[in-house]
């Protein structure tokens, strides 16, 4: 998080510095031609800030760039007054004025993937701010040539009547509305979805989606992803071939919402969910993106919903630990369906020649009473498994490099793991070829597993094979007590001290290989391998077929007041 803020910081910097910088060479000196290539440079800086900082108000920096683009325009000249640079300048400062406004209008309407309609304008109003950047551009080389002041007119009414078709259209569809809804809308009615998946989160989340993505198809109903940021529209449409809308406000869900749903699933306590679970109309399902004894796992957020499926009776028993009052009949054990296909190993892991190891370092959370992130003591571990002739998959946490110190804890790991793989041939797997596997397949490939308190262990306890688990928090015996899966596993000190008769246990002797499947069943539910997805599937089909949301709704889902 703090590596965004100071990426986002930098960017912001360098575009207001540059444009500054731009104005004043050109304004008060004579160096037009170093001033119109500082503008160039500023410009390149802001649609970078753009890239860093969606959204961002560029009024500023495009205003200074303009000015000094239109003065080395005139200086370039040196005609006097030109009617066609004035009129350029007015559009110009036209468009720097309602390009802000216009994006965030564009940003407030719905917009769909893999439905059979298509929402130009508020895509064309995202890309303004690109398009103003693009004509500065333009007019600035224009200005360097010493072109007429027409060819900078032309392109700037060309672009303004780009953005004031764009504005019309924005206000017909605040102010007339078609009649029958919107165009999504109307393709949503005739899709008639019977439940939907709400999806808020921070960037780069989407995998919370995607991992129930293949279940929900198997449910076998008609659906729809809606999704409250527009960052995760196009990633998951291609993930799915189920309608993926977005509803950035509370008027665009009213219209999405249609009345053939009857259940809306969710995979997270995102704060957006609250705007879903107003329509009283549906049954409200919680299925988390993962199972742990992390400490949100067992969120009182959890009862508001009205049924909340996990993966096994552990799950139940994480709440009551954690003194969360939620009435029994609201939980409903479906197995972890992503697990499936895992390969299971009933054999304990004795002697185990040349392993592979999966190593899988959770993030430091937003907040310290979540930051189970073993990477600053991760190096000594590491060593210690080189020297056992180990192969290692090093597979990190999806946000490891929002937090800088993270991201060079693991640039260190990855290169000691690169140089060794160099020596010695073992074939580690690190970066971007670890993040291309799934986490099934590294399940697959490795002999035992080493992670911090997360989700991967109670989807690696499928596999029957040995894990261990790092104690961050200094807890010692209190540590299986807070993190009963652990008990089950071979508990790494923060310092490292027992490393060596951890990896003896984990690789080696492996005491615990009877008592791992107990705690199977416990966390993972007592399904039939062959069938373990089933558990998920019927009970998805039986909240459709609830008696209580029949086919014969009212013909508009209305929310709680």
Known sequence: MRGDLVRKLAARCLSVGLAVLAFVVVALTGATGWGLALAVAALAAAAAEQRARPGADLVAETTLIAAAV?????????????LALAATALVLLGLVLLVGPLRTAGNLEIRAANLPVRTWTPLIAGQLGTALLGLLAVVAVAAALALPAVVALAASLLVGAGAGAVALDLARRRFRPASGGNPVARALRRHQPEFLLHFSAPPGSE??????????????????????????LAPIAAATSAPVVYCPTLRTMDEALVPSLRTAFYVNHGAKNSHCIRFTQLTHVQLHHGDSDKAPSANP???????????????IDRYARAGVQIPAEKFVVVGRPQVESIQVRPEPAVGLAQPTVLYTPTWTGHHADADYCSLPVAEALLRRLLARGATVILRAHPYTTQNPASARQLGRLTELLVADRSRTGRPHVVGAAARELSLTECVNRSDALISDVSGVISDYLYSGKPYAVTDMGDEGERFTENFPLAASGYVLRRDMSNADEVLTALLDTDPLAEARWATRRRYLGDFPAESYAEAFLTAARRELASTDHSTERSTQLTPLA
């Open 207 to 232: 995998y919370q989606v995607t991992m129930w993505l293949p279940y929900l198809e198997r449910i076998g109903r008609p659906f729809l992803v809606m999704v409250r940021e527009p960052e995760f």
């Open 70 to 82: 239109l003065v080395g325009y005139a200086r370039r000249l040196d005609d006097g007054f030109d």
């Open 301 to 315: 957020v959890s009862g508001i919903f009205d049924r909340i499926f996990v993966a096994g009776p552990a799950a």
